[in-house]
């Protein structure tokens, strides 16, 4: 028998691949007879994942569907999935935001729990990472009417994408300038989407 306990390392969407100091060995171990075990939630922050594996003698191995990580189809396999927008509702740009905590809204359209994770930097440090899209809030942006319309990369107009809304916190973000990055990351661990947000925080005793 034997176990292995990889730090800094955290399942991508869908836990078909991983990230970090132990992806490349998690995918050979996989395939010579290593099981999943545990691991961190998607939504941890990848310095604070884990993944806990194990081998077992020829004899005592099983295989159970909900552990086993997905199989990866190759590419020319998987079916083109539809194109990923990403905008930051709120605050607008270069705005001053008084107070030290900095609360966004944010919109995703076409992202999925299995393909897709969206991971915050403030600082270039990952602070907040989402996975569940299931649990936030549909919506539908790009009305003629609304002022935060996603464009259509087909055409000149304002189209209704079907979305998520992503409420994110920054608690003590502190005074000053800051610049955050969101970013949606598919389960090749590419970037698929991203946005930048500059504000400044203002102290709010003047």
Same mark, same amino acid.
Request: aromatic share 6%; glycine share 8%.
């Given at each position: 028998?034997?176990?292995?306990?990889?730090?800094?390392?955290?399942?991508s969407?869908?836990?078909?691949?991983?990230?970090?100091?132990?992806?490349?060995? =998690?995918?050979f171990?996989?395939?010579?007879g290593?099981?999943?075990?545990?691991?961190?939630?998607?939504?941890?922050?990848?310095?604070?994942?884990?993944?806990?594996?194990?081998r077992?003698?020829?004899? *005592?191995?099983?295989?159970?569907?909900?552990?086993?990580?997905?199989?990866?189809q190759?590419?020319g396999?998987?079916?083109?999935?539809?194109?990923?927008? =990403?905008?930051?509702?709120?605050p607008?740009?270069?705005?001053?935001v008084?107070?030290?905590? =900095?609360e966004? *809204?944010?919109?995703?359209?076409?992202a999925? *729990?299995?393909?897709?994770?969206?991971?915050?930097l403030?600082?270039?440090?990952e602070?907040?990472?989402?996975?569940?899209w299931?649990?936030?809030?549909?919506?539908?942006?790009g009305?003629?009417?609304?002022q935060?319309a996603?464009?259509s990369?087909?055409a000149?107009?304002?189209?209704?994408?079907?979305?998520r809304?992503?409420?994110?916190?920054?608690?003590?973000?502190? =005074?000053?300038?800051k610049?955050?990055?969101?970013?949606?990351v598919?389960?090749d661990?590419?970037v698929?989407?991203?946005q930048?947000l500059e504000?400044?925080?203002?102290?709010?005793?003047?």
């Amino acid at each position: 028998r034997c176990f292995v306990l990889f730090d800094d390392t955290w399942p991508s969407a869908g836990s078909r691949k991983y990230s970090g100091k132990g992806g490349m060995a =998690l995918s050979f171990l996989f395939s010579h007879g290593f099981e999943l075990i545990q691991q961190s939630d998607p939504d941890t922050l990848s310095h604070m994942g884990w993944v806990l594996v194990r081998r077992l003698p020829a004899e *005592e191995r099983h295989i159970d569907g909900d552990l086993q990580p997905a199989n990866i189809q190759s590419d020319g396999d998987q079916q083109k999935a539809a194109m990923v927008s =990403l905008l930051i509702a709120s605050p607008e740009q270069r705005a001053n935001v008084v107070g030290t905590d =900095l609360e966004m *809204e944010v919109v995703v359209a076409n992202a999925t *729990e299995d393909e897709h994770v969206m991971v915050v930097l403030s600082g270039g440090v990952e602070v907040i990472r989402v996975s569940k899209w299931d649990q936030m809030v549909a919506t539908c942006f790009g009305g003629e009417d609304d002022q935060h319309a996603l464009q259509s990369e087909e055409a000149d107009q304002q189209v209704c994408h079907p979305a998520r809304k992503v409420p994110l916190y920054l608690n003590g973000a502190g =005074l000053g300038p800051k610049v955050v990055d969101v970013q949606v990351v598919d389960a090749d661990h590419k970037v698929v989407a991203s946005q930048k947000l500059e504000v400044t925080m203002v102290d709010p005793s003047g």
